[in-house]
């Protein structure tokens, strides 16, 4: 496969895991020792991305293989038009969510070799950091700690969605597990060693990166 000089790190989890609060904490992190970084996510802000949106806030109602080829359409855009681009300007680009979320969430309705095979064009990322917090303490903390069978359901989901992540783990290269359930600041310094080891271990790619920066 083609190296790009950046690295592309993402995060993974369930809803409510932690990832938009550890992305921020690591881009600044990176930041502030001179790395260019690009934050991003998916869905993202795109036409495809509100698609999507509108699909997940039941503005209009679409099919689990129309909403899956859509997640891949809006992939592939977004690959195209900022991951790769400063991938190859020598920037960090960290993603709140990318291929793995499609296959661990898609997973459960779809069978996951179809998504697998929708995806497999695309670069897979050097670093994703996989954020372990139990369904019970992802439901509390997105609010919806109340009783009932839509909670129960909820939480059955959630389950085999991790159940899914564990495999996709096995499978799939540098996938990091971190304890999500710790402190923020306690995730954030387990993020911090996986990232500074693997920094180290990539020291050629990343001067590069460096050399770039000051060059321009
Ligand atoms: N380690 C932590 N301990 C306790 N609370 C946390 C921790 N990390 C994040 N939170 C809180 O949990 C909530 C969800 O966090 P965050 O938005 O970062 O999660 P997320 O994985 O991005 O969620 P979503 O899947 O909804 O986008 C926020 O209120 C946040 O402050
Ligand atoms: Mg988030």
Redesign the pocket.
């Known amino acids: 496969m083609e190296r790009y000089p950046g690295l592309f790190v993402v995060f993974e989890?369930l809803?409510?895991?932690?990832?938009?609060?550890q992305v921020k904490l690591l881009s600044g992190y990176l930041k502030e020792r001179g790395y260019l970084v690009l934050e991003t996510k998916e869905p993202t802000n795109n036409l495809i991305g509100g698609l999507i949106r509108g699909q997940l806030t039941h503005e209009w109602k679409t099919g689990q293989e129309c909403l899956q080829l859509l997640f891949a359409a809006d992939r592939a855009h977004h690959l195209e038009k900022e991951i790769i681009p400063a991938i190859k300007k020598g920037y960090i680009v960290i993603s709140?969510r990318y291929m793995f979320s499609s296959m661990a969430f898609g997973g459960i309705d779809l069978d996951m070799e179809w998504i697998k095979k929708i995806n497999e064009r695309f670069i897979l990322p050097d670093i994703t950091f996989l954020l372990r917090v139990s369904p019970q303490v992802c439901l509390e903390?997105?609010g919806k700690n109340r009783f009932g069978f839509q909670l129960f359901e909820e939480k059955e989901k959630l389950e085999k969605t991790w159940m899914n992540y564990q495999k996709i783990k096995k499978e799939f290269p540098n996938v990091f597990e971190i304890d999500?359930?710790?402190?923020?600041e306690r995730?954030h310094g387990d993020i911090v060693n996986v990232m500074d080891e693997f920094l180290k271990k990539d020291k050629k790619r990343i001067s590069k990166t460096l050399s770039w920066y000051f060059e321009d």
């Open positions: 989890g809803d409510g895991s932690g990832s938009t609060t709140d903390r997105i999500g359930e710790q402190e923020i995730v």
